[in-house]
């Protein structure tokens, strides 16, 4: 859990960095066309734009799930390497992400597909770790159809 943590807010933290010392806020870098590009932007809101642009409360929001982590550490650590793997992603992208709230009042998004909001490395960490948490129960309910 502890190595998916670090991996994932270094990674989130240190692209965030690279990219924003390539672009300009709003200028676009395609990687392949009409599939992926670098934008960066400077999302003041939470994620798919969620409660509007209170830094403040999605620090807090963030903390507070954090928190709620490490209460349950000790039982996290009792769970499958695939659950560990998962909240590790889910706190080190929350993490990554609270970081830049905290020093900038705003997130550094810059990953830009069709048809899907821009969103960052800690983003992709986020929903990965939630896939692996949710692997589990979405197999043995599948085993259970008739």
């Known amino acids: 859990m502890a190595?998916?943590?670090?991996?994932?807010?270094?990674?989130?933290?240190?692209?965030?960095?690279?990219?924003v010392a390539?672009?300009?806020?709003?200028?676009?870098?395609v990687i392949v066309p009409h599939l992926l590009a670098f934008v960066t932007v400077h999302n003041g809101r939470g994620a798919m734009g969620l409660f509007g642009d209170r830094a403040v409360l999605l620090v807090a929001l963030a903390l507070a799930v954090l928190f709620a982590l490490a209460l349950t550490l000790?039982?996290?650590?009792?769970?499958?390497?695939?659950a560990q793997t998962g909240y590790g992603l889910v706190a080190g992208g929350a993490l990554g992400n609270v970081i830049d709230r905290a020093l900038h009042g705003y997130v550094v998004d810059f990953i830009s597909v069709p048809y899907f909001w821009i969103f960052n490395v800690g983003d992709a960490?986020?929903?990965?770790?939630?896939?692996?948490?949710a692997w589990p129960a979405l197999r043995e309910r599948k085993s259970e159809r008739p």
């Open 125 to 133: 960490f986020i929903t990965v770790g939630l896939v692996l948490l």
């Open 3 to 19: 190595v998916a943590l670090g991996l994932a807010g270094a990674a989130d933290l240190l692209s965030k960095r690279a990219v």
């Open 74 to 82: 000790r039982e996290l650590l009792r769970t499958s390497p695939l």
């Open 22 to 29: 390539q672009l300009v806020p709003g200028e676009r870098y």
